[in-house]
């Protein structure tokens, strides 16, 4: 990734958490209604890609999100990110320093 101006790094880290956790929970409720079904499928078949065919070159459960994510926060400053961006969510939400 780019070097990006400081100040734009906490911006765009955030932004990208927030619809990195709306994509995971979409992927867990999106079938439930018809409408987004077919979105769902999509963003499913894509995960799966992602974890299963990136994840043949980078590791099982490669996700582009967390690696982008963590590239930003290696460039604020953080270099004790955990391997899952879930466990980084359940961390930040139960306060734990991890």
Known sequence: MHDLPNWSLPILENLLCVFHIA???????GWMHPITR???LL?????????????????????????????LRRQMGYFDMPDSFIKFIADKALGINS
Do not use: E, K, M, S
């Not at 994509?23 to 409720?29: E, R, S």
């Open 43 to 71: 963003t499913i078949i894509a995960t799966a890609f992602a974890w299963f065919g990136l994840g043949l070159y980078y590791g099982i459960g490669y996700c582009p999100l967390t690696d982008w994510q963590w590239a």
């Open 38 to 40: 077919r979105w769902h």
């Open 23 to 29: 994509l995971v929970a979409f992927n867990i409720t």
